[in-house]
């Protein structure tokens, strides 16, 4: 006998979706069942409970079965008990390769933190997708985020402002970019709450009488519109109204000099119709009924919002003259409005899918984000039908970029198999002039070792350094390249190839064998290793000779070499740059 929060998922997965893998569905709730046991929410519920609550948020949004169990399980390997490897061995065995990578995406967005500095928001959405890799992974994550917010109050405050900036900051824009208003206001709301407490409470005290009142005059108006629409034989689906969110009615009053009055659509009378022809006779008809207020309709029908939104809204000097927003939309306009991108999954007629491209398509204002329309052309080349449009969802139009964080939080968009000297010179030329190596996630890499989505990369800079010849070779970016060509161009003499250099273009030195330096040192390259990276050259100190099994230290020296001295040598104190220094090891066996 499953338990009652299962069968309430079960229950709505199979009102949604007859063809819904049931079994699945119970199998992730009992592997996650188990791998959670005896583990607590802060909020001293089960943790069970939240992974439930998740997947209730998803199965809202009438998702298919795989990303219900995938909802099921998107905890287990981060907060399961035990090895993180083996979990997801036995994940991988009990469930796939689609389900375990859905996981994984989760708990690789994970890494991915709001530090608070705004001009950053975009590039970090953008990484949030990127790293994410298929839509339905993003799905989840909202959904988690949701639940998460849902039981923030057992949270420290600090943590409480965290998450609350980094949900309206960056989970709220991509549930409403991917046009899913279900979750964009509930985020919003929620994070609305923490953020602003004061002035969320003035507004709820402040607009809680006027929504009763409201809401009693739409139950009157509504019959009397319903009449008139059967009487024209209109195809009505329903008549109902909802209060705005109350963070979209806080930015819009904030736009309206904090005057209630002038807010017409508080709580919208929501007209849902058959077909777009019934749209357009509804807003004549209303017109013939009510005078509307000029300059105030709006059709996003002709001319959708850039995330897809369609409906036509109009303002009216209603019953007894009080002014009112009505909103007419089909059915479908109305279950895209809410589901958006999710929305696709459930449509089985190619005309339903067809129609959501064509107005994906519609020409959206210039000024909106660039990079919709690389969400845009990814739409067009999923050929996919509708059944199988959730296998598909991969996230490719940022395939092509890496995106990776400077040790201060910024996130650096960059191209793919670009370098740390590529790096070095998105961030300033004077870095890039002075790159003496560089660090990703706290371990040393080759200047020539790519980047990957999500890194931490800090450069180490020395004053001394200079491009080289070489450089040209390395670095990918037209940004880099130009700054290396200028500078060379301008020191002349300068830059010339170096014995370095060369290492890098030629093959590895075989084991064993030692290469003379320009300095002398004597490279063993197969005895110590960097930690992280393997394409590094190292050479043995001369002032200390560490000889294995001595504790050893790394310090970074020019053109990206790294000198390996004696822990306790006298050299190693004298160094103030702390930041130049590397934990290395001898190699042990071979
Ligand atoms: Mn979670």
């Excluded at 003499?493 to 003379?516: H, V, Y």
Aim: charged fraction near 30%; proline fraction near 4%.
């Amino acid at each position: 006998m499953p338990d009652i929060h299962l069968q309430k998922i079960l229950d709505k997965c199979q009102t949604n979706n007859p063809d819904c893998d049931i079994d699945l569905i119970e199998r992730a709730y009992d592997f996650a069942k188990k791998i959670h046991a005896g583990q607590k929410r802060v909020s001293g519920q089960d943790y069970i409970f939240h992974c439930l609550g998740a997947a209730e948020i998803v199965a809202d949004l009438k998702v298919d079965s795989k990303t219900i169990a995938a909802t099921l399980l998107h905890d287990v390997i981060d907060d399961g008990p035990g090895d993180k490897e083996e979990l997801a061995k036995q994940l991988e065995k009990e469930f796939g390769k689609e389900i375990i990578r859905l996981v994984n995406g989760i708990t690789k967005l994970g890494k991915i933190k709001f530090r608070g500095e705004e001009r950053q928001i975009e590039n970090l959405r953008k990484m949030f997708l990127a790293m994410a890799e298929d839509i339905r992974v993003v799905i989840i994550k909202l959904a988690d985020r949701l639940h998460n917010m849902q039981t923030l109050s057992f949270l420290p405050p600090l943590k409480q402002q965290r998450i609350a900036a980094e949900t309206l900051n960056i989970y709220a824009p991509l549930a409403d970019r991917l046009g899913i208003g279900h979750l964009k206001g509930q985020l919003e709301d929620s994070s609305f709450k923490y953020l602003m407490a004061g002035e969320y409470t003035w507004l709820v005290n402040q607009v809680r009488e006027q929504i009763d009142e409201r809401e009693k005059y739409l139950k009157k108006v509504a019959p009397v519109l319903k009449k008139e629409i059967i009487k024209e034989s209109i195809g009505l689906v329903k008549i109902h109204w909802r209060a705005k969110h109350y963070w979209s009615l806080y930015k819009k009053l904030q736009r309206y000099e904090m005057n209630l009055n002038r807010i017409y659509d508080l709580v919208a009378l929501r007209v849902i119709v058959k077909d777009i022809d019934d749209c357009y006779a509804t807003l004549g008809l209303i017109h013939k009924l009510w005078r509307p207020l000029p300059g105030r309709i709006k059709d996003y029908i002709a001319l959708p919002k850039p995330n897809g939104y369609q409906s036509i809204h109009t303002t009216v000097f209603c019953q007894g003259g009080k002014i009112t927003e009505i909103q007419i939309r089909t059915a479908k306009m109305d279950e895209e409005a809410e589901r958006g991108i999710a929305a696709h999954w459930y449509y089985t007629e190619q005309k339903g899918f067809k129609s959501y491209l064509k107005k994906i398509f519609t020409p959206a204002p210039e000024k909106e984000l660039r990079w919709i329309k690389q969400l845009q052309s990814w739409q067009k080349e999923t050929h996919a039908t509708p059944e199988d449009f959730f296998q598909s969802l991969k996230i490719d139009f940022f395939k092509d970029r890496i995106f990776v964080f400077t040790p201060r939080g910024d996130v650096i968009d960059l191209p793919e198999g670009a370098t740390p000297l590529d790096f070095a010179y998105q961030i300033h030329s004077d870095i890039g002039h002075h790159y003496q190596g560089a660090k990703a996630d706290g371990r040393m890499i080759a200047l020539t070792t790519p980047l990957h989505n999500g890194q931490v990369v800090e450069i180490i800079t020395q004053k001394n350094a200079r491009p080289s010849q070489d450089w040209l070779k390395i670095a990918k970016t037209n940004q880099a390249l130009n700054k290396i060509r200028q500078w060379l161009s301008k020191n002349p003499g300068f830059g010339e190839t170096t014995k370095e250099a060369d290492e890098i273009k030629k093959e590895p030195p075989k084991a064993e064998q030692p290469i003379k330096t320009a300095t002398r040192q004597i490279v063993l390259k197969s005895e110590v290793e960097v930690a992280g990276d393997q394409k590094i050259t190292t050479a043995l100190a001369k002032c200390c000779h560490p000889k294995p099994p001595d504790e050893i230290i790394g310090y970074i020296t020019l053109h990206q070499r790294i000198t390996i001295h004696n822990r306790d040598c006298k050299n190693l104190a004298k160094i103030k740059d702390q930041k130049r220094l590397v934990s290395v090891n001898w190699k042990t066996g071979s």
